[in-house]
C-alpha cells in the first residue's frame, strides 16, 4: 500500500454523480473542468461514474464528446488527453424531462448498470445543475423513490445551487419541501462562487495578516467597494436570466458570501460551523432600509449593443428568450450600511454587471 503524504488529501470514496442539466452552462463552465482537476490531482476514486441527464437526445458517445468539448473550452489548465479519456469513458447519458416519472425509471435502470459495471457500492451525489424552477420536481422525485434512499450502508446526498428561491418565502417553501422528503444531512446548499481561490484566500488575508486585522474597521477604512465585473453577455440563458436578473442571480448568494466574509468578527476557529455563524451575524448587522432608502441606494440597468474587446455584443432584448420589452437588469448596484461596532458609518458599496452596459 502507498503511503499517502500528510498534505495530500487522500482520494474520495467510491460514488456515482448524477447531474441534472448535464447539457448546460452550468456544467460545461464550472462541472466538467471541475471534475477534470481533481482527476488529473489523483482525487477520484477509481470506483466513480458520471451519469448525465438532460432533455436533448444524445448518446453515450454524443455526450461524451460534448463534456470533452467543453473542457478543452473552459478549462484554467492545459489538459491531459489521457486524463480526459479516462474520466469521461466513466460518463453516460439519460434524456427525459425532470418532471416526468419515467425519467426516473430509466435512472434507476441506469444506476443498476453503472453500479455493477463501477463498483460504485451504491453511494449517489446528485448534483442539480438546473434552472432552479426545477429544483422541487426533482428533488420530489428523488424522495418518493427509492434512488435516493440510504439503505445497505450506501449514501445518498442532494447538492443544490443558487439561486435558492426567489424571496425569502420561496425559499423557506422550498427548503421545507427538500426536509420533507431528504434529512438533513443529505442535502447540500452551495455557492459555487465560494470555491474561488481569491474568495478563500480573503480569510487568510484577514485573520492571519498582522497588517490588515487591526485596521480592518471604522476608524482606518472610508468605504468597502465589492466589485464583479463580467464582460460575458447572457449568451445562451436567455430564459433563466430573463426571470432572473442580475439582483437575483448574483446578490443575495455570491456578493453576499464576498460581503460576509469581509464584514464578519474573527471566529472562534476555523471550523465550518463557527465560520458560517459569525457569517450570519454579519448579514444579521446589515441596515434594513426604508422603501425610499432602497430606491435611492440601488441601481437596476441594461446593457445595450456595444463592442467589448474584440467581440461584438448584441443588445440585451435581442437575445434568444429574452422579452423584446424585457425590464429584467443586467446591471445592479447596491450600497448597504452595518449596524456594529466596526463597521458604524462605513457603507458598503455593491456593483455587478454583465456585457457591457449603459
Not at 474520495?12 to 448535464?22: D, T
Not at 453577455?233 to 433563466?240: A, D, E, I, L
Not at 450570519?280 to 441594461?302: F, N, T
Request: a negative charge.
Amino acid at each position: 500500500m502507498n503511503k499517502i503524504p500528510a498534505n495530500v488529501a487522500p482520494p474520495a470514496g467510491p460514488c456515482c454523480l448524477v447531474i441534472f442539466g448535464a447539457s448546460g452552462d452550468l456544467t460545461h463552465r464550472l462541472l466538467v473542468p471541475a471534475l477534470y482537476n481533481l482527476a488529473a490531482g489523483g482525487l477520484l476514486p477509481d470506483a466513480f461514474a458520471i451519469i448525465g441527464i438532460a432533455r436533448r437526445e444524445m448518446s453515450n458517445d454524443a455526450f461524451r464528446s460534448d463534456l470533452a468539448q467543453a473542457l478543452r473550452r473552459f478549462a484554467i489548465r492545459g489538459i491531459d488527453e489521457r486524463t480526459t479519456a479516462r474520466l469521461l469513458a466513466r460518463a453516460t447519458y439519460v434524456n427525459g424531462d425532470a418532471d416526468d416519472p419515467s425519467t426516473y425509471e430509466r435512472l434507476d435502470r441506469e444506476l443498476a448498470q453503472v453500479e455493477r459495471a463501477c463498483a460504485t457500492g451504491g453511494n449517489r451525489l446528485f448534483y442539480l445543475a438546473t434552472p432552479p424552477s426545477a429544483f422541487a420536481p426533482i428533488s420530489r422525485h428523488l424522495g418518493r423513490s427509492s434512488i435516493a434512499r440510504e439503505e445497505d450502508g450506501a449514501w445518498r446526498r442532494l447538492i443544490v445551487e443558487k439561486p435558492f428561491g426567489t424571496d425569502l418565502a420561496s425559499a423557506q417553501a422550498l427548503n421545507r419541501e427538500l426536509l420533507g422528503l431528504l434529512e438533513e444531512h443529505q442535502i447540500y446548499r452551495i455557492d459555487h462562487y465560494l470555491g474561488k481561490e481569491t474568495v478563500q484566500n480573503i480569510l487568510v488575508l484577514r485573520f492571519a495578516n498582522g497588517l490588515f486585522e487591526p485596521i480592518w474597521n471604522r476608524d482606518h477604512i472610508d468605504h468597502v467597494q465589492i466589485t464583479v465585473a463580467e464582460t460575458l453577455t447572457v449568451g445562451r440563458r436567455g430564459r433563466f436570466y430573463d426571470a432572473t436578473g442580475a439582483l437575483r442571480d448574483m446578490v443575495p448568494n455570491h456578493l453576499f458570501q464576498l460581503f460576509s466574509l469581509v464584514a464578519m468578527e474573527p471566529p472562534s476557529r476555523f471550523e465550518a460551523h463557527a465560520v458560517r455563524s459569525e457569517k450570519a451575524e454579519a448579514l444579521d448587522a446589515v441596515h434594513v432600509p426604508s422603501e425610499a432608502d432602497a430606491l435611492r441606494d440601488s441601481v437596476r440597468a441594461q446593457y445595450v449593443a456595444a463592442r467589448v474587446g474584440d467581440n461584438e455584443v448584441e443588445d440585451y432584448r435581442r437575445t434568444a428568450d429574452v422579452a423584446p420589452d424585457s425590464t429584467t437588469e443586467t446591471y445592479v448596484a447596491l450600497k448597504l450600511m452595518i449596524d456594529n461596532w466596526r463597521w458604524a458609518g462605513v457603507p458598503v458599496l455593491s456593483p455587478h454587471w454583465k456585457g457591457a452596459q449603459v
